[in-house]
């Protein structure tokens, strides 16, 4: 009995290349994460998912700069504190020792400690106020990357621009607005493609088979403005 089943092909194995065209327009690259960049390198426009952002020095220059000025006020403000509550607290040790000579050594050991535990927590305060003036910048700097990338395609034709500001972020009163005008640039496009269509079909009648075509190309391009994800 003769066997006419074609031979089985191998599977490709997951580690051959992929030829080019091979993989569908569906499959995207796993990488949800925000990619590493070196902290002076702005991330690139299409490789920062706007809804997960997990670098806080976007704009470093700008970002560090806002959060020295604050951290600098913050630092005086904290130095002054613990000079008064020091002399304030040396006025009255020296009352006591005054009084009672023989706890001179005990007010010394009490004054330290005290002064230790006034430095630390102005150190841990100090220190929560840094962070949380970068997290603060972070929300503006991100936000207007965002709005940067945005702008960046619209300037490159693609008028399926959408911003999308997340809702702890700064400058959300532009989301709408510029939605609006992406909205409003499609509709003239759109008009504008109904128009040169007919003016391709006129001129198709009139027997001006070139020019239409021409008209038509253009036809077509305002068609791919109206409708980005066609």
Not at 51 to 78: E, N, S, W
Not at 84 to 94: G, K
Not at 139 to 168: P, Q, W
């Amino acid at each position: 009995m003769t066997n006419n089943s074609h031979p089985i092909e191998p599977a490709k194995s997951a580690r051959e290349p992929v030829e080019e065209g091979e993989m569908s327009n569906k499959e995207e690259p796993s990488g949800m994460e925000a990619p590493d960049h070196s902290p002076a390198e702005k991330p690139s426009y299409d490789s920062w998912p706007w809804y997960r952002r997990k670098q806080y020095l976007i704009d470093r220059k700008g970002q560090l700069l806002a959060t020295a000025k604050i951290a600098g006020v913050v630092f005086a403000l904290l130095v002054l504190v613990n000079l008064l509550f020091f002399f304030w607290n040396d006025i009255e040790t020296q009352a006591i020792v005054a009084s009672s000579p023989q706890l001179s050594e005990e007010m010394a050991a009490i004054d330290l400690q005290t002064t230790l535990v006034f430095a630390t927590v102005s150190f841990v305060v100090f220190i929560f106020v840094v962070m949380r003036a970068i997290m603060l910048t972070h929300r503006t700097a991100g936000a207007a990357f965002n709005l940067e990338r945005c702008l960046g395609r619209v300037a490159s034709g693609e008028y399926g621009a959408e911003l999308r500001v997340r809702k702890k972020d700064n400058l959300q009163q532009l989301q709408e607005p510029f939605n609006q005008m992406m909205e409003s640039l499609r509709r003239r496009a759109a008009e504008d493609h109904a128009a040169l269509s007919s003016l391709a079909a006129q001129l198709e009648e009139l027997g001006q088979i070139e020019l239409a075509e021409e008209v038509r190309d253009l036809a077509k391009a305002k068609s791919h403005l109206a409708n980005p994800t066609s």
